[in-house]
Antibody, heavy 121, light 107 residues
């Protein structure tokens, strides 16, 4: 199936960090913005920020600045999202998604399958 | 931040029904709005973008309308595979916020 492929579920202790990967599979990543969202159990979607793989430029939602790092490996068409100083309220499914229209306003046409991050002591 | 408010939060319907979901933005977002469908345990799926443009591969029973602050997603004749949760998302300015979702349930 043509979609980004994300890394597997993680269980982390409070205060730890987690790094989630998102690899292009059958779709072009390098010419598009790749965004990250998360969804806490039973909740709606929360936008976290984006990375432009061809330049490495990022834009993060203010509440995540200082705690989230987004990077990329162009050779493998993979982007990464690292979240540090985890707390229980970071327990969520994390999604990467491509902004497929490059209109300067994002509409997400391809989504990864999601990565469940559980923070528990 | 732009707040997105959907109504209703849930709707019960039968196959063949016409279903309408509303999304209201806390400020003018022009036509910078998307609609997504999400099924349990799955990623969202883009249905509509720029408020009224149908994403490739999405059935024509889905349609979107509105501009400014008030938007509507309509399913003209509900099919069994349409029972899911629907979200709106504003693409006007960051942070790109989503509505809280509308669950379409079997009546």
């Amino acid at each position: 199936q043509v979609r980004p492929v994300q890394s597997g579920a993680e269980v982390k202790r409070p205060g730890a960090s987690v790094k989630v990967s998102c690899k292009a599979s059958g779709i072009n990543f390098n010419d598009y913005y790749i965004h990250w969202m998360r969804q806490a159990p039973g909740q709606g979607l929360e936008w976290m920020g984006y990375i432009r793989p061809n330049s490495g430029g990022t834009n993060l939602e203010q509440k995540f600045r200082g705690r989230v790092t987004m990077t990329r490996d162009t050779s493998s068409s993979t982007v990464f999202m690292e979240l540090s100083r985890l707390g229980s309220d970071d327990t969520a499914v994390y999604f990467c998604a491509r902004d497929g229209y490059n209109l300067g306003r994002p509409f997400f046409d391809y989504w990864g399958q999601g990565t469940l991050v559980t923070v528990s002591s | 931040d732009i707040q997105m408010t959907q109504s209703p939060s849930s709707v019960s319907a039968v196959v063949g029904d016409r279903v309408t979901i509303t999304c209201r933005a806390s400020q003018d977002i022009s036509s910078w709005l998307a609609w997504y469908q999400q099924k349990p345990g799955k990623a969202p799926n883009l249905l509509m973008y720029t408020a009224s443009s149908l994403q490739s591969g999405v059935p024509s029973r889905f349609s979107g309308s509105g501009s400014g602050t008030d938007f509507t997603l309509t399913i003209s004749s509900l099919q069994p595979e349409d029972f899911a949760t629907y979200f709106c998302q504003q693409a006007h300015s960051p942070p790109y916020t989503f509505g809280q979702g509308t669950k379409v349930e079997i009546k």
